[in-house]
T-cell receptor
Framework: AQKITQTQPGMFVQEKEAVTLDCTYD???????LFWYKQPSSGEMIFLIY??????QNATEGRYSLNFQKARKSANLVISASQLGDSAMYFC??????????????FGSGTRLSIRP | EAGVVQSPRYKIIEKKQPVAFWCNPI?????LYWYLQNLGQGPELLIR????????DSQLPKDRFSAERLKGVDSTLKIQPAELGDSAVYLC?????????????FGPGTRLTVL
């Protein structure tokens, strides 16, 4: 069975500081993908970054980077130089690539990030 | 490029009434998903379509929920009759099969309140 765990229900960070949002996962699939989504109060899920299990380098997208540690089964999101607009819920998600799991993407319970001015 | 479009954005109904949600995916995306999101939780998949075919509806409560995707583009999700526990946000997402692990792009959701 696949599982995503986000242990930080809420975080407060000072503007311009870097922040790390934790995500651990469990899967029996050899090939899988990890995603991070941002959900502001408006409700839309915004895709941020993707990491494939066989990617050799950690993914980066602008101020977002993914600290992927395969042996530890962790895929933490790092936001550099946080901004007030980063305040939102953040969800870690995973998709397996075997026949039985390929149809499903599962989400963690989310972390609410609040940026202080 | 236009994103995933959903309507209505908000819906308030009384229990036992029917309700329908509409989704228009990103142009060219062949895969469409409906998710349910309860307050403070991550989305949970209800149904996935590849073109017109529902390839995964194992989590759809078929006694009251139904969905269709005629012509492989727009989709409608229906609840009949609605129950108090159906109050949630219903999210639609789409993806292009084979493109970067089928990354899903979401619409703004429909917030349903059942009184």
């Amino acid at each position: 069975a696949q599982k995503i765990t986000q242990t930080q229900p809420g975080m407060f960070v000072q503007e311009k500081e870097a922040v790390t949002l934790d995500c651990t996962y469990d899967t029996s699939d050899q090939s899988y993908g990890l995603f991070w989504y941002k959900q502001p109060s408006s409700g839309e899920m915004i895709f941020l970054i993707y990491q494939g299990s066989y990617d050799e380098q950690n993914a980066t997208e602008g101020r977002y980077s993914l600290n992927f540690q395969k042996a530890r089964k962790s895929a933490n999101l790092v936001i550099s130089a946080s901004q007030l607009g980063d305040s939102a819920m953040y969800f870690c998600a995973m998709r397996g690539f075997t026949y039985s799991s390929a149809s499903k993407i599962i989400f963690g319970s989310g972390t609410r990030l609040s940026i202080r001015p | 490029e236009a994103g995933v479009v959903q309507s209505p954005r908000y819906k308030i109904i009384e229990k036992k009434q029917p309700v329908a949600f509409w989704c228009n995916p990103i142009s060219g995306h062949n895969t469409l998903y409906w998710y349910l999101q309860n307050l403070g939780q991550g989305p949970e998949l209800l149904i996935r379509y590849e073109n017109e075919e529902a390839v995964d509806d194992s989590q759809l409560p078929k006694d009251r929920f139904s969905a269709e995707r005629l012509k492989g583009v727009d989709s409608t999700l229906k609840i009949q009759p609605a129950e108090l526990g159906d109050s949630a946000v219903y999210l639609c997402a789409s993806s292009l099969q084979g493109a970067r692990a089928d990354t899903q792009y979401f619409g703004p959701g429909t917030r349903l309140t059942v009184l």
